[in-house]
T-cell receptor
Framework: DQQVKQNSPSLSVQEGRISILNCDYTNSMFDYFLWYKKYPAEGPTFLISISSIKDKNEDGRFTVFLNKSAKHLSLHIVPSQPGDSAVYFCAARLNQAGTALIFGKGTTLSVSS | DTGVSQDPRHKITKRGQNVTFRCDPISEHNRLYWYRQTLGQGPEFLTYFQNEAQLEKSRLLSDRFSAERPKGSFSTLEIQRTEQGDSAMYLC????????????FGPGTRLTVT
């Protein structure tokens, strides 16, 4: 049973517009959520994280929003750039159950110029 | 570059052979993790070390898999008697203990078992 779900396999956005990537989770014991970006033939690159006690975290063009009641988080990229084209993974850590991250299956973002 | 490095980047082997991968973490990171990623999936946790101690293993880590971190620095992951189902990207990550949720990944080793 997947605990972290990214239901949109792909997303296409025009350069300069906002990209919104979504993630749903089922386990209320997750204490940290993260977003990673992955280019082909490279490992995932850490982008941004958010604690479960917060509802927003911002870093430059990237903002993550957490809605605990809906068990939903989203990553906003504004403005989107062609170099943002990659696979984006949502991940979560299970509090007090080791340090393993649980990943979603990823969403492929394509930003066209 | 002081990021996580992995060697080799690609490995092709025949079924039944043994393979070994190496990971060098970020130098000040005392936690080291191994994940496996197959096509269309996100990375899946295999095991992790704090310094030289292996503290957790996933049920994905069958008895054909063994990992070591002998001096608390680099780590090796060995797969014995490889099977075609072992074909995957093997990813290594590292972190600080106090920020263990922020894990930094290496480029991975792509294993193909023929």
């Amino acid at each position: 049973d997947q605990q972290v779900k990214q239901n949109s396999p792909s997303l296409s956005v025009q350069e300069g517009r906002i990209s919104i990537l979504n993630c749903d989770y089922t386990n209320s014991m997750f204490d940290y959520f993260l977003w990673y970006k992955k280019y082909p033939a490279e490992g995932p690159t850490f982008l941004i994280s958010i604690s479960s006690i917060k509802d927003k975290n911002e870093d430059g063009r990237f903002t993550v929003f957490l809605n605990k009641s809906a068990k939903h988080l989203s990553l906003h990229i504004v403005p989107s750039q062609p170099g943002d084209s990659a696979v984006y993974f949502c991940a979560a850590r299970l509090n007090q159950a080791g340090t393993a991250l649980i990943f979603g299956k990823g969403t492929t973002l394509s930003v066209s110029s | 570059d002081t990021g996580v490095s992995q060697d080799p980047r690609h490995k092709i082997t025949k079924r039944g052979q043994n393979v070994t991968f190496r990971c060098d973490p970020i130098s000040e990171h005392n936690r080291l993790y191994w994940y496996r990623q197959t096509l269309g999936q996100g990375p899946e946790f295999l095991t992790y070390f704090q310094n030289e101690a292996q503290l957790e293993k996933s049920r994905l880590l069958s008895d054909r898999f063994s990992a070591e971190r002998p001096k608390g620095s680099f780590s090796t992951l060995e797969i014995q008697r490889t099977e075609q189902g072992d074909s995957a990207m093997y990813l290594c990550a590292s972190s600080l203990v106090e920020l263990d949720y922020e894990q930094y990944f290496g480029p991975g080793t792509r294993l193909t078992v023929t």
